[in-house]
C-alpha cells in the first residue's frame, strides 16, 4: 500500500524553526520528483520546493534562503527545514511524490506561525 506520511509541524512563534519529515511506505522515492506544497485558508495550493532524483532543488520566491529541501533515499524520506519562519507560513504542509503519470500525496500536517 502507497502512503506518505507528514511528520513535525506545529506551533511556533515568528523567527523560530520547524522540520517536517515525509515517510514514504509502498515505493521507492529514489526516482520520483518529491514536493512540498502548501495550501493556507482561502488560498490555493502551492509548491514550496521540491527535489529531482539527481539531487537538484527548486523553491518558491518567498522561501528562498529559509527553507531547505533533502531527501534520504536509504530511509525512503524527505525533509522540509524551516528556519526564520513568518506569520505567512501558516498553512496546511503536503507532501507529494511523482514519476510519470504517478502521483501521490500525503494527509498534511499543520504549521502554524504566531506569537
Known amino acids: 500500500q502507497v502512503q506518505l506520511v507528514e511528520s513535525g509541524g506545529g506551533l511556533v512563534q515568528p523567527g523560530g524553526s520547524l522540520r517536517l519529515s515525509c515517510a514514504a511506505s509502498?515505493?521507492?522515492?529514489?526516482?520520483?520528483?518529491m514536493g512540498w506544497y502548501r495550501q493556507a485558508p482561502g488560498k490555493q495550493r502551492e509548491l514550496v520546493a521540491s527535489?529531482?532524483?539527481?539531487?537538484?532543488?527548486n523553491y518558491l520566491d518567498s522561501v528562498k534562503g529559509r527553507f531547505t529541501i533533502s531527501r534520504d533515499n536509504p530511509k525512503n524520506t524527505i525533509n522540509l527545514q524551516m528556519n526564520s519562519l513568518k506569520p505567512e507560513d501558516t498553512a496546511v504542509y503536503y507532501c507529494?511524490?511523482?514519476?510519470?503519470?504517478?502521483?501521490?500525496w500525503g494527509q498534511g500536517i499543520q504549521v502554524t506561525v504566531s506569537s
Open positions: 507529494r511524490a511523482q514519476r510519470a503519470v504517478y502521483q501521490y
Open positions: 509502498g515505493f521507492t522515492i529514489s526516482s520520483y520528483t
Open positions: 527535489i529531482i532524483s539527481s539531487g537538484s532543488t
